[in-house]
DNA sequence: TAAGATACAGTACGTACCGTACCTTAATTA
DNA sequence: TAATTAAGGTACGGTACGTACTGTATCTTA
């Protein structure tokens, strides 16, 4: 995003604005994606306007547009800005279990903070365009999350409490897989307990059961 | 929908229009839901608009907005009129994979019709309203789908192939889940292959393992 | 069959938001 | 200090919304 701010002083520290000046750069850039944020969570994405955004920031829709050419740009951007990014490092707790609800517990808060509308919103703005695959989710061998998932198994493979090959790329997204359906179809928040009877109910008894038979 | 056809004449016999008579009632509703259905598909969700489908239709807003308060609903309708309602019906082949495999290439086709796009810009729509839970999955236990899967493993249950008690309402829905998630967020078509794979893969297994261990 | 009600066709309007263009001026850089 | 950059401010043309108001074809009913 903002390709503009290559070569500029960063200049956050003056957090309390005291002078009437004008904000440039990385300072109005904030300004506009916690405007952003601010927006989103108040009003929620589709009755969103570029124009609301720049009047809460205290400036105007060039400022926007000088930045990101798109409302679902600026959206990507400051769901970045204001969501935790969470470790996809594989937990590696010695237990294939725990490993995975820690996983799945840890992508969970994100998903929540951004919520289905913004996310169904997302999807319809980028239909159509060249940014379409940014939205849609990659091939189950590139998706990070089943990356991720890949490597928590084959620590249980080292374990000896899985075997790997015989788990079908499928399977190792499931979990995952399900998580996402549920925060994008459920209006109620999704709980732990859920993601505990997803991982009880559904992926162990279906690992072992492959593990057995293959 | 069209709360206004109460008592009139369902004079649908006229499919030639020679004469330059006024259309009203169902004959009009038909034009109109028409016209959404063919822009739908040529223009999508979110860039059809109510002017382009009544001028579609050869007359004007008016037409349209007497009888649905929004594009959301006027798209439903259409959807309804233009899209198969697909049997629920168990299949009951004596065979609980060929039972599930029926019922899921059934349900596949108007989901295909329909589109990605469609249920996301409809989704966005109705959130924030009341109508919100029309759109929004109801609760495992009244949806229509785990109900027909439900009757398919009765059957199965029958025939001595599950023991449904141990089957908990999560594992009955998730290939029909797992479907509408692929649905969602695949950006190519869904294959016969990939519901095969649904049940073979995921589903059957999980069902015989969990018939083992209840 | 005439009177009355209905709802379609046509038009126009005010509003909202879009995305862009232009100008002035503050801040940064050389 | 001069030149450059990017901010703030304003205004515009364009699209689509949703509503209101006209006149009239059609249906209903008495």
Known sequence: MAEQSKDRKGNNEGEQ??????????????????????????????????????????????????????????????????????????????NLREDVLTLLKRIIKPMQMIGAETIHGLMVEYHGDELHSKMTLPPRSEDILAIAMKNILLNAERRGEVKLEELPDRVITLPVDLIRFEVLTTHTLLTDEAVVEIVDIIFLPLVQKLNKQG
Chains 1, 2 share one sequence.
């Not at 009437?20 to 009003?43: F, I, P, Q, Y």
């Not at 009755?47 to 060039?62: G, H, I, P, Q």
Request: aromatic share 6%; proline share 5%.
């Open 17 to 94: 604005q005291t002078t009437k000046s004008r904000r440039r750069g990385d300072v109005l850039e904030n300004a506009l994606l916690s405007a952003a944020w601010e927006e989103l969570r108040e009003t929620g994405y589709s009755r969103l306007t570029m124009e609301a955004v720049a009047s809460r920031a205290k400036t105007n829709k060039n400022a926007v547009y000088r930045r990101w050419p798109s409302k679902a740009e600026l959206i990507v951007a400051a769901l970045k800005k204001h969501t935790p990014t969470p470790s996809l490092e594989a937990p590696d707790t010695g």
